[in-house]
């Protein structure tokens, strides 16, 4: 059975940044490919960064410019650098795979970002 435990996040006022970590445990067979997914109170979750196997990112209009998404086979960490935050940014953040079959979610971690 996969494990995806994800940790990093925080309260954090607008402008600032927080490095959010993905560690992957269990049955995982190379995570080369991974997103991160964040869900807002009363909003369905969304994909915002993506990592292919080639190691090109993608990322969501509301993030690009300001999240970076990055993988560490060695360590089967996924990491996700986050700078100028903003209040539309809170959410509870998730990864996994960005497409095919998904492993079990994670708790996910908070980020709250004030005004």
């Known amino acids: 059975q996969a494990q995806l435990v994800e940790s990093g996040g925080g309260l954090v006022q607008a402008g600032g940044s927080l490095r959010l970590s993905c560690a992957a445990s269990?049955?995982?067979?190379?995570?080369?490919?991974m997103g991160w997914y964040r869900q807002a109170p009363g909003k369905q979750r969304e994909l915002v960064a993506t990592i292919t196997t080639g190691g090109s990112t993608i990322y969501a209009d509301s993030v690009k410019g300001r999240f970076t998404i990055s993988i560490d086979n060695a360590k089967n960490t996924v990491y996700l650098q986050m700078i100028s935050l903003k209040p539309e940014d809170t959410a509870v953040y998730y990864c996994?795979?960005?497409?095919?079959?998904?492993?079990?979610w994670g708790q996910g971690t908070q980020v709250t970002v004030s005004s």
């Open positions: 996994n795979r960005p497409i095919g079959l998904l492993y079990p």
């Open positions: 269990g049955r995982v067979f190379s995570i080369r490919a």
